[in-house]
């Protein structure tokens, strides 16, 4: 967990923070910045610290132009230097959020669609640009030996403008450049002229989908909710029970402490911070993360485990899930509620073969299950998946 105001987050919630997020610009006199006191302090309360590095560059005729025409290559190879002396463990995410516009680094103001005026032709210049500098700066960084820094690439959990090549895809830079997929949304309720409340869910379900079954680890790198337009006690409910049920492969989370566009803080309301509170509460929720795992925190992955869409679903007797896993490897089933009981379980082994699971809408004890919705969570040493299912009586 990260946040503003270290110690008073850490009172607040109750529980310490394992993962530090923090924002750096790119200067504009290009002295390299490495923050080094900001760092020690963190590593001091023993959490690890997660540098957001901005690259506000300039560059002409685009932003990003200044990256990967090499101007900026001195001050990233300084940074990359004072980095590797200080020698301990951290996360760096640079240019977080591309597929906005709200960014200069954003593809959007990159040359957005067009495709004549950066490298191929068959693709749009925006992405191409925002790849060709992160890669240039993780290179960099190679070329000076740096070994501590886990890279995470973060794009936003919706597209602006959303347009084909304007998705999160089209930005991907290559597993050899990626250690972590990071993953921003928030709930922006009725805090906006634009917006509307937006469930826990839905604000993470589609691009938490897209990349769920990378063998990278994923982290949801920024989040937080608004009080207006709903009830954000259980948006934070929420938080902690469908991370651990819907989306497992998320394996740290940062709240984005403060009171800025509207109220994000986890104690805007008496509710709020009680929800917060009990959710972290839960030891599935580390307050400590080991300095040496955090290159090594790398997911199971999907190797030799494939889970296909249940069937039917909705559905109103039986629905069947067809699933291979790797033989005489044990593989899980658990339906659990909204309540996040669970309601049914099973365990098999996998053969190697396709072999089915199935559910007929009762309890383990026989007892008929009410119409709603379930989540099927299907997990093994390969790989954990989880899908939603509506049952109709």
């Known amino acids: 967990m990260g946040a503003y105001g270290r110690d008073s987050f850490d009172s607040l919630a109750q529980k310490k923070i394992a993962i530090e997020m923090f924002y750096t610009g790119w200067p504009t006199n290009r002295v390299a910045d490495f923050p080094v006191d900001a760092c020690n302090v963190i590593v001091q309360k023993q959490s690890i610290p997660h540098i957001t590095w901005e690259p506000w560059t300039s560059g002409s ?5 200044g990256i990967v025409t090499g101007s900026y290559d001195s001050y990233i190879i300084n940074y990359a230097a004072a980095t590797k002396r200080w020698a301990k463990p951290l996360f760096i995410r640079v240019g977080h959020e591309m597929n906005g516009d709200w960014y200069p680094w954003a593809g959007k103001n990159n040359g957005g669609a067009t495709t004549t005026g950066f490298g ?9 640009r925002f790849v ?11 070329s000076v030996g740096v070994r501590n820094v886990s890279w995470i690439w973060c794009p936003n959990n919706f597209a602006t403008p959303y347009e084909s090549w304007n998705q999160p895809e089209s930005y991907y830079p290559g597993d050899d450049v990626v250690d972590w997929i990071g993953i921003d949304g928030y709930n922006w309720g009725k805090s906006q002229t634009w917006s509307g ?23 949801i790198a920024e989040f937080a909710s608004t009080e207006l337009g709903g009830d954000k006690s259980l948006w934070i409910r929420d938080v902690f029970l469908y991370t651990k049920l819907l989306f497992p492969r998320i394996k740290a989370l940062t709240w984005f402490n403060i009171n800025k566009e509207t109220d994000w803080r986890i104690n805007s309301s008496g509710n709020a911070l009680s929800a917060y509170q009990a959710g972290i509460a839960d030891s599935y929720f580390l307050s400590n993360v080991p300095a040496t795992a955090v290159s090594q925190m790398t997911a199971a992955g999907l190797r030799g485990f494939l889970v296909e869409h249940a069937y039917p679903n909705p559905f109103n007797g039986q629905v069947i899930i067809s699933f291979t896993a790797p033989a005489a490897e044990p593989v899980d089933l658990a ?53 939603k299912l509506l049952y109709l009586k």
């Open 61 to 65: 005729p685009y932003p990003l132009d």
């Open 120 to 128: 191929d032709p068959m693709k749009p210049d925006g992405p191409e």
């Open 132 to 142: 060709s500098a992160y890669r240039r700066i993780h290179h960099l960084f190679d």
């Open 197 to 219: 409340w937006t469930s826990f869910y839905d604000t993470f379900k589609e691009i938490y989908s897209r990349f769920s079954s990378s063998a990278k680890p994923l982290m």
């Open 335 to 387: 339906i659990v509620n909204l309540q996040g009981q669970v309601v049914y379980s099973l365990k098999t082994v996998g053969t190697g073969n396709q072999s089915r699971l199935r559910w007929n809408g009762t309890w383990n004890d026989g007892r008929p299950a009410r119409s709603g919705s379930y989540f099927a969570r299907i997990r093994s040493a390969s790989g954990d998946i989880t899908q």
